[in-house]
């Protein structure tokens, strides 16, 4: 498999997965997620849902890290950020489709366009979802080389982030088989459908943990396979309390169905301390000799009060420490309600 040093030359995979362990060992972090996600790659898997182009956990680590090829790009795909839907070969000859939505230059964090709040969403369904009923598609900042960028955009592209030659973004898998919902909610197929119920209970459970504030048509998406009528989120840009907000349409962040699941419940309440501090960094990315963008082990938050830390040529994202004190009243009154009987689970 073929990775690059940041000095541009071929590492082997085993060679870049010691290095990266070592490194986070060494910085007390994991290391970008990296030596959880190798971890969690080489134990045995449970299927996952079919609607993804490969495993969850193994996108991962194949869309932040492994080098690849543009070999198809389609726009108008629809969203109001211009995202495409790209085509990646990978150098084992896999290839995987991702939407590609470019960060905002600068500080790579707009308040419809902000990588770090897709990581989030992304991060906090594994508290209580296992990979098979993710409904959060596994997102990365990726920044892709400027000469590689051609085949995204005609137009002469520069680089948005300070110090680096690539465009920074974020790569989201490309979910198949999944449309529009006429209904997302039906009342009484909820009642009466247990596997409706658990996948949309799930859906507006992570809608209310991260405040999901633009539940516009396109943003949630369903399984074209009705009696598996998985829900996903596929557009987490406009939550955890962003300034403005999706007045127009029914948004998700208060739990609207009738009830919510007793596992997914139980989960959340081992959430710890530390898993919600972890939210204050979801990504490190320092430039190579290159310019390029790649991953390196988290060092400590550099800002709390700033979800998107830039330098010259580094970048780190994560909640702010006020977004993350939200997660925890949120999830801290969920949990009371449950307790009361306010709010029933199944
Ligand atoms: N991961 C995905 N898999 C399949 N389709 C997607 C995915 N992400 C987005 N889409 C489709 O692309 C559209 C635009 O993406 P979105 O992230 O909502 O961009 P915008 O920020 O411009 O609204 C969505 O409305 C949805 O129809
Ligand atoms: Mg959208």
Known sequence: MAFRSTSGGPLSHGAIVRLLLA????????????????????APKAAHAHQWPAHPIDLELLLAYHDFEIVGVKGGVGG????????????????????????PAGDADGWNNTPRKEIAAYVIQKWFLDP???????????????????????????????????????FSAWLSDVKVPEMLHDEERF??????????????LLAYLIKHEDGRGGNILVATDDDQRRVFAVDNGVAFGS????????????????????????????IKENQLEALGVL??????????????????????????????????LGLTEDEIEDIEERLKELIEAVDSGDQPVF
């Not at 300034?243 to 139980?266: G, T």
Request: net charge positive.
């Open 191 to 204: 009642a009466s459908d247990p596997i409706y119920a658990q996948h949309l209970a799930d859906f507006n």
């Open 283 to 316: 990504s490190e990315h320092r430039a190579g000799e290159d310019g390029v963008l790649r991953p390196v082990p988290f060092s400590a938050n550099a800002d709390p009060d700033h979800g998107s830390r830039v330098a010259e040529g580094w970048l780190q």
């Open 80 to 103: 109001v950020m211009g995202v495409k839907r790209v085509e990646l070969r990978f150098p084992d000859g896999q290839e995987i489709p991702v939407k590609w939505k470019a960060a």
């Open 23 to 42: 490194g986070a060992v060494a910085a007390g972090s994991l290391g970008a997620g990296l030596a959880r996600a190798e971890t969690e790659r080489s």
């Open 132 to 170: 098979v009923d993710f409904v959060v598609p596994t997102t990365v900042v990726r920044c892709i080389p400027l000469d590689q960028y051609g085949a995204i955009s005609s137009r002469k592209t520069k680089a948005n982030i300070a110090g680096t030659s690539c465009v920074t973004g974020a």
């Open 243 to 270: 300034w403005v907000k999706n007045y127009w349409v029914r948004n998700w962040n208060k739990v609207r169905v009738a009830a919510l699941r007793k596992q997914s419940i139980d989960r959340l309440r081992q």
